[in-house]
């Protein structure tokens, strides 16, 4: 049962390329969402999705993008990398937006 | 404004003592309030969860928590603690907004069992 699978696990940009982290899940969930870790902040929501085709904002959404045509899948799109976006980005799923969340093993990402 | 805080940053404790780790809480409506424990490397995982009932919460590891309505508080602890047990404690509390329900983390708490 591989649950949530993020890939890639580490990438390196360069300040103004784009690129697409990508999320799978195999567990039939509706709500999905992206999270950023930095020291000593916690996780911020990035954006998140209740379901194919809906997705919302989070609390820290600018610079990223999201879509969600299927259920399985939930990428997050770096438009143009800026070094402040150097983190640890997580994305989970779970049946409801309030029950426990499954997290994938997260990318680290760094913008030089 | 919907909230929660982790006091404390790190929580040093001896192999065998109890430990617990602090959470409140601000939100509107009812809590539904969560516990999760990050070890180097990996993701999150769920430790335990309050929506109703008792309000001793029991969880995985042999981990607990608290919830007390008037302190606005879900502190999380265990009588006895391991040295695998030193990660990383995230709690959680559901919000609502824009009609739908997300979750919003606190900082964090490192956890330190020495032997």
Known sequence: ??????????????????????????????????????????LRLIHYSVGAGITDQGEVPNGYNVSRSTTEDFPLRLLSAAPS???????????REWQPQHFGDGTRLSIL | AQSVAQ??????????????????????????????????????????????????????YGFEAEFNK????????????????SALYFCAVRAISGGYNKLIFGAGTRLAVHP
């Open chain 2, 7 to 60: 006091p404390e940053d790190q929580v040093n404790v001896a192999e065998g003592n109890p430990l617990t780790v602090k959470c409140t809480y601000s939100v509107s409506g009812n809590p539904y309030l969560f516990w999760y424990v990050q070890y180097p490397n990996r993701g999150l995982q769920f430790l335990l969860k309050y929506i109703t009932g008792d309000n001793l919460v029991k969880g995985s």
């Open chain 2, 70 to 85: 008037s302190q606005t508080s879900f502190h999380l602890k265990k009588p006895s603690a391991l040295v695998s047990d």
């Open chain 1, 85 to 95: 976006q150097t983190s640890v980005y997580f994305c989970a799923s779970s049946n």
């Open chain 1, 1 to 42: 049962n591989a649950g949530v699978t993020q890939t890639p696990k580490f990438q390196v940009l360069k300040t103004g390329q784009s690129m697409t982290l990508q999320c799978a899940q195999d567990m039939n969930h509706e709500y999905m969402s992206w999270y950023r870790q930095d020291p000593g902040m916690g």
